[in-house]
Structures are given as C-alpha cells and as structure tokens.
T-cell receptor
Framework: AQSVTQLGSHVSVSEGALVLLRCNYS??????LFWYVQYPNQGLQLLLK??????LVKGINGFEAEFKKSETSFHLTKPSAHMSDAAEYFC??????????FGAGTTVTVRA | ETGVTQSPTHLIKTRGQQVTLRCSSQ?????VSWYQQALGQGPQFIFQ???????GRGNFPPRFSGLQFPNYSSELNVNALELDDSALYLC????????????FGPGTRLTVL
C-alpha cells in the first residue's frame, strides 16, 4: 500500500518569492510520483511526474520537483511565484496497481 | 487531440435516488479511473476500468458501480444516494505507455439533498 503526506495545508507567499510545497510518500515498491494543480471549480491538471528517470523533474509553468529516495520526499518548488499560481496543489503516488493515492492538498495564496 | 470530458457539470439529487455520471476518455486511452473528491479533501480512488473490465477498486460500497464501453468511455452509477455522496466526481484516463499518467476531466459536482 502507498500513501502521501503533504506538510502544510496552506502556504502564503509574496509575488516573486520562492514557492516550496512539501510531499512525503510511503511505498513498499518503487513509486511513480505526481504533482497536480487544481484551480477553483476545475479538475486536476498534471504539473509534473517522476517515473524513475532523472531525479530532478521539470514541469509546466516553471515548477520542478526533486525525488529523494533516502528522505522519501518529492517536494515541489518554483523560484518566483506569480499571482496565477494561486491554487490547490496535490501530490500523488502510484505503483503497479495503477491507482493514484493523493495527499490532502496544499492551498497556495500569492500576496501582491 | 480531445481531452477528458465529463457530463453533466452539476447535478442535484435527493437522498435515496440514483445517479449516472459519464466520462469520455482522451483519444488513444484505454483505461478510465474514477475518483471522489469531498470538499476540502484530496481525491479518493473509487475504481478503474481497463478494456471494459474492472481493474481495481477502492474502499467504496457496492452501490458505487461502473461500466466501460467499447469506445473506452465510461459511466459511474451510484444507487441509494446518501448525503455524504455530495462531492466532485473526477474521471481520469490513461494509456499503458506512460507509466500510468492519468489525465483528469473537469469533474461533475454532485449535491445530495
């Protein structure tokens, strides 16, 4: 079985500041890891994914994440926040059973 | 390339009724998964269909059932609706070649009164 813990349900950053969203996973087998973003009243949009290739993964909209096996982490970062980054972000893990297990989500607000 | 579509967008039902939600998968995808997202929570896996067969199920009662059709579109049926069934229902499609990367539709907002 796999699970995800997202540290911090709310993160507030100033426009132009670093965005850091934390995700730790638990999995008994090598995982596939994903970050999704959800804007209000919308579905989930894939930001990036880790599938056992490079440990530093670049995604859309300037986001990237680093897989650290020793820390069982997959934290999401963006060097400079933009107002359009205000949304809810979900970390998810899957293995060979093909179901996604999601964290509880982190809401990002961006201050002007 | 057409993405995942879902219908209807919103739905209001009363307790005890039955509901059917529909999903069309992204072109070239043969697998559809359904998730329930309660307000303020992360999505929870309901079940997955692969080539018209159920391919895994989460911790949901049997009154949640599904179908997948030859064109890979899918339905989610919920019988005997309860107030706690109020949620956003998300459909996601995937293919076998992308490490199970799932692409989500916009969701159906179900309200049970």
């Amino acid at each position: 079985a796999q699970s995800v813990t997202q540290l911090g349900s709310h993160v507030s950053v100033s426009e132009g500041a670093l965005v850091l969203l934390r995700c730790n996973y638990s999995s008994s087998v090598p995982p596939y890891l994903f970050w999704y973003v959800q804007y209000p009243n919308q579905g989930l949009q894939l930001l990036l994914k880790y599938t056992s290739a490079a440990t530093l993964v670049k995604g859309i909209n300037g986001f990237e994440a680093e897989f650290k096996k020793s820390e069982t982490s997959f934290h999401l970062t963006k060097p400079s926040a933009h107002m359009s980054d205000a949304a809810e972000y979900f970390c998810a893990v899957s293995t060979n059973d093909y179901k996604l297990s999601f964290g509880a989500g982190t809401t990002v607000t961006v201050r002007a | 390339e057409t993405g995942v579509t879902q219908s209807p967008t919103h739905l209001i039902k009363t307790r005890g009724q039955q509901v059917t939600l529909r999903c069309s998968s992204q072109s070239g995808h043969n697998t559809v998964s359904w998730y329930q997202q309660a307000l303020g929570q992360g999505p929870q896996f309901i079940f997955q269909y692969y080539r018209e067969e159920e391919n895994g199920r989460g911790n949901f009662p049997p009154r949640f059932s599904g179908l997948q059709f030859p064109n890979y579109s899918s339905e989610l049926n919920v019988n005997a609706l309860e107030l706690d069934d109020s949620a956003l229902y998300l459909c996601a499609s995937s293919s076998g070649q992308e490490f199970n990367t799932q692409y989500f539709g916009p969701g159906t907002r179900l309200t049970v009164l």
